[in-house]
C-alpha cells in the first residue's frame, strides 16, 4: 500500500490523524499522527428530536437579517431652533448683544443661529438652553417608516418616475 504522506510503498499503512485529516500512514510516518478512532466522531447517541429543532431555530435567528438601526433612537435638534431662541431671548428682554455678552458668545454667530443659517453645536447648544431655559432638542425614532408598508400611500419608485 502507499503512504498517503511520503508516497512509499509500505507493506502495510495504518489510518492516523494527522492535523485533524484521517491518513493512511506508513510505520515511519505515523510518528507523526494520532491514532485514529473511527467512533470518536459518532460514538455518541444520535439527538433528540426537540435538539435538533432547537439547533435549526437557531440557526434561522443566526441568518436573519437584522436592521440595527430600527429601534435607534437620536436626539436631533428642532426644526425652528432659531425662533424658538429668539423668543426666549425676547421673552428675557435682552437684544442681541447684550445676550451675546452674558453667554461670552459673538453676536454675529448668535445672528446666524436665530436666522437659522447656522446649526449650533453641542457645546453653543448647551449654552443657550442654560442661559434660555428652553429644550432645543428632540428624540427621533431612526429608521421608522412613514407610511407604513404597500398599498396605503407609502412611496415606491413609480412617484418619482415621469409617465407620458
Known sequence: MICEMCGKDSPGTKAMMVEGTRLMLCPDCA??????????????????RTVIEERLDRREKRMQTRDVYSSAETVEIIDDYGNVIRRAREAKGMDLEQFAKSIQEKKGILAKVESNNLVPDDKLRAKLEKALGIKLTEVVQSGATVGGGRGNGSMTLANFIKKE
Open 31 to 48: 510518528k507523526f499522527g494520532d491514532e485514529y478512532k473511527a467512533s470518536s466522531k459518532s460514538g455518541g447517541p444520535a439527538p433528540s
